[in-house]
Nanobody, 116 residues
């Protein structure tokens, strides 16, 4: 399985961006698709994920501003980011976690920069 992410960019505070990620190959069984981010000098952190059953989970820092969704038929996940803040600036990574961590895949990072 390979993950291809797209959609990063530069936006002003309060703006919006949409990230997308598509997985090649078939995905079988319980899985989670989501996004992590890593800012300079910081650890990679979870932003949000959605399970194959549709359950979502968000980091407290993005609740109410970001919305994650997936298309199981297309094996894709999207992250709609609204009301962006400078502290959202980071490299965002798409992740696919299959079978409770037995298989873990990462996409290439995409830069999101929010200017103040």
């Amino acid at each position: 399985v390979q993950l291809q992410a797209s959609g990063g960019g530069l936006v002003q505070t309060g703006g919006s961006l949409r990230l997308s990620c598509a997985a090649s190959g078939s995905i079988v069984g319980y899985n989670r698709m989501g996004w992590y981010r890593q800012a300079p000098g910081k650890y990679r952190e979870l932003v949000a994920f959605v399970t194959s059953g549709g359950t979502t989970n968000y980091a407290d820092a993005v609740k109410g501003r970001f919305t994650i969704s997936r298309d199981n038929a297309q094996n894709s996940v999207s992250l709609q980011m609204n009301s962006l803040k400078p502290e959202d600036t980071a490299v965002y990574f798409c992740n696919l976690n299959v079978a409770y961590g037995r298989y873990d895949y990462w996409g290439q990072g995409t830069q999101v920069t929010v200017s103040s």
